[in-house]
């Protein structure tokens, strides 16, 4: 096992890793930018350097930097958490030059994935269900078009380099297909610079639904079980839960099947998710792989009781899986809101601030995953999430009436937060009555 691990992140993930470490033993080194030298993830690890300005670019995305700070503090492996270098497969070679352990998979699997055709094409071929299109890149509108009208309108064009929503245009027909895949395909250009494209038929008023997989040195791979991701606004998760209640046991193994399937088509190793669209009918199509561990991993940790951080870790050690598959039980159902410091009322703008008076609720089936404390101020450079709130109940319902009620408990003063927004989702008949899909904010709130 690891003696020493450097995390390259911050907040709320670079704590949850640090007692992580903490727990298995194991010595922790956090890096921080000029602006995070009295967060809380630099307080907590056992050492902590600072590596550059509160620029991103110039500190947490950084890799000479982070991989100084790594040889420097003998730490023999980086977790990356999830954003900042956690995809990047040129940063993974980095490590493996440098001879310090990545704690995720290799940069051939992350770049395979991350070029979504590729990825298309790679589940295609290992029969993993995806949705009707282009089984190639497409590269000019004219051929383009020929491909849309074999696929039938509406298709959704995409970008090879996209996933999250970036570089994406639904075509309604073919008239206005020429502007949507010139729009999409300028996005990609600008975003990715790369004008990759392909095609799929649209899939309407889809769920989000994603597989959670571990997989070891050794071949194993497990699924633990599934996560209905499908309140997004503009493809910001908002509220996670497990299991998701629109799929029956006979789905949920056919799911779980085919998301092992998918992980082992192409030797996969630690955690990852596989992404889903379910459509009302029951059919379900490979959307994306996520090569890294996800913000909702909680709600997953709290049905399964893994502890998928440690997994992680004890998998880039060479470990085996600590878990089989008949092992895996799902127990309960489990929620988590995301609290952003943000104003709804205001578009969801960035609200940064100091935070005045803290109060984290606790209880019987209640996690809270944050890095604020009282008196903390929250740097402007960063994503604006500062807490994830997850409740685990034996059903639904009373997982429910207990984020209601443990929400109702936060206190956040001196900074806007998402929390009001988040009540009137919980509070939505239709959300109570699980009838959820990708177009639930945009459907019953009309803000943009
Ligand atoms: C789709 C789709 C419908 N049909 N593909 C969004 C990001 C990436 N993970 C895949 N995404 C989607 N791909 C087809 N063929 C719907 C989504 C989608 C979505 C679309 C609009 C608004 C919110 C969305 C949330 C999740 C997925």
Same mark, same amino acid.
């Given at each position: 096992?690891?003696?020493?691990?450097?995390?390259?992140?911050?907040?709320?993930?670079?704590?949850?890793?640090?007692?992580?470490?903490?727990?298995?033993?194991?010595?922790?080194?956090?890096?921080?930018?000029?602006?995070?030298?009295?967060?809380?993830?630099?307080?907590?690890? *056992?050492?902590?350097?600072?590596?550059?300005?509160?620029?991103?670019?110039? /500190?947490?995305?950084?890799?000479? =930097?982070?991989?100084?700070? #790594?040889?420097?503090?003998?730490?023999?492996?980086?977790?990356?958490?999830?954003?900042?270098?956690?995809?990047?497969?040129?940063?993974?070679?980095?490590?493996?030059?440098?001879?310090?352990?990545?704690?995720?998979?290799?940069?051939?699997?992350?770049?395979?994935?991350?070029?979504?055709?590729?990825?298309?094409?790679?589940?295609?071929?290992?029969?993993? $269900?995806? +949705?009707?299109?282009?089984?190639?890149?497409?590269?000019?509108?004219?051929?383009?078009?020929?491909?849309?009208?074999?696929?039938?309108?509406?298709?959704?064009?995409?970008? /090879?380099?996209?996933?999250?929503?970036?570089?994406?245009?639904?075509?309604?027909?073919?008239? /206005?297909? !020429?502007?949507?895949?010139?729009?999409? &395909?300028?996005?990609?250009?600008?975003?990715?610079?790369?004008?990759?494209?392909?095609?799929?038929?649209?899939?309407?008023?889809?769920?989000?639904?994603?597989?959670?997989?571990?997989? *070891?040195?050794?071949?194993?791979?497990?699924?633990?079980?599934?996560?209905?991701?499908?309140?997004?606004?503009?493809?910001?998760?908002?509220?996670?839960?497990?299991?998701?209640?629109?799929?029956?046991? =006979?789905?949920?193994?056919?799911?779980? *099947?085919?998301?092992?399937?998918?992980?082992?088509?192409?030797?996969?190793?630690?955690?990852?998710?596989?992404?889903?669209?379910? *459509?009302? #009918?029951?059919?379900?199509?490979?959307?994306?792989?996520?090569?890294?561990?996800?913000?909702?991993?909680?709600?997953?940790?709290? +049905? /399964?009781?893994?502890?998928?951080?440690?997994? &992680?870790?004890?998998?880039?050690? !060479?470990?085996?899986?600590? +878990?089989?598959?008949?092992?895996?039980?799902?127990?309960?159902?489990?929620?988590?809101?995301?609290?952003?410091?943000?104003?709804?009322?205001?578009?969801?703008?960035?609200?940064?601030?100091?935070?005045?008076?803290?109060?984290? $609720?606790?209880?019987? !089936?209640? =996690?809270?995953?944050?890095?604020?404390?009282? !008196?903390?101020?929250?740097?402007?450079?960063?994503?604006?999430?500062?807490?994830?709130?997850?409740?685990?109940?034996?059903?639904?319902?009373?997982?429910?009436?207990?984020?209601?009620?443990?929400?109702?408990?936060?206190?956040?003063?001196?900074?806007?937060?998402?929390?009001?927004?988040?009540?009137?989702?919980?509070?939505?008949?239709?959300?109570?009555?699980?009838?959820?899909?990708?177009?639930?904010?945009?459907?019953?709130?009309?803000?943009?």
């Amino acid at each position: 096992m690891f003696q020493k691990i450097l995390i390259a992140n911050r907040g709320e993930i670079a704590v949850r890793i640090i007692r992580a470490c903490r727990e298995m033993g194991i010595k922790t080194v956090a890096v921080y930018s000029e602006a995070d030298a009295d967060a809380l993830h630099t307080q907590l690890a *056992d050492e902590a350097v600072c590596i550059g300005p509160a620029a991103s670019s110039e /500190s947490y995305l950084n890799p000479e =930097r982070i991989l100084s700070a #790594t040889i420097a503090s003998k730490a023999e492996a980086i977790h990356p958490g999830f954003g900042f270098l956690s995809e990047n497969p040129k940063f993974v070679e980095m490590c493996e030059k440098c001879h310090v352990a990545f704690i995720g998979p290799s940069a051939d699997i992350i770049q395979k994935m991350g070029n979504k055709s590729e990825a298309r094409a790679t589940m295609i071929k290992a029969g993993v $269900p995806v +949705v009707p299109g282009t089984k190639k890149p497409v590269f000019d509108v004219d051929t383009a078009l020929k491909e849309a009208k074999k696929i039938g309108f509406p298709v959704m064009i995409k970008a /090879s380099s996209g996933g999250g929503g970036k570089g994406m245009r639904v075509a309604e027909n073919a008239e /206005s297909f !020429g502007e949507m895949f010139r729009l999409a &395909q300028r996005e990609s250009v600008n975003a990715f610079g790369d004008d990759t494209m392909y095609l799929e038929k649209y899939v309407g008023r889809p769920r989000h639904v994603e597989v959670q997989i571990l997989a *070891d040195k050794f071949g194993n791979v497990v699924q633990l079980g599934e996560r209905d991701c499908s309140i997004q606004r503009r493809h910001q998760k908002m509220i996670e839960e497990s299991p998701c209640i629109a799929i029956d046991a =006979r789905l949920r193994k056919k799911m779980g *099947d085919t998301a092992v399937r998918a992980a082992k088509a192409v030797g996969y190793e630690n955690a990852g998710t596989i992404e889903f669209l379910l *459509d009302h #009918t029951g059919d379900f199509y490979f959307m994306e792989m996520n090569t890294r561990i996800q913000v909702e991993h909680p709600v997953t940790e709290f +049905v /399964s009781g893994v502890d998928l951080i440690k997994e &992680q870790i004890r998998i880039a050690a !060479g470990e085996p899986l600590s +878990v089989k598959q008949k092992d895996i039980v799902i127990r309960g159902h489990a929620i988590e809101c995301r609290i952003n410091a943000e104003d709804p009322e205001h578009n969801f703008r960035p609200c940064p601030g100091t935070v005045q008076e803290l109060h984290i $609720p606790g209880g019987n !089936g209640v =996690r809270i995953d944050t890095a604020l404390y009282s !008196g903390y101020k929250i740097p402007p450079q960063y994503d604006s999430m500062l807490m994830k709130v997850i409740v685990h109940d034996k059903d639904r319902e009373s997982a429910l009436a207990k984020m209601r009620s443990v929400l109702g408990e936060v206190i956040i003063d001196g900074v806007q937060t998402n929390i009001d927004f988040q009540f009137k989702i919980l509070n939505h008949p239709e959300f109570r009555a699980g009838n959820v899909t990708t177009h639930f904010i945009p459907e019953h709130f009309d803000m943009e």
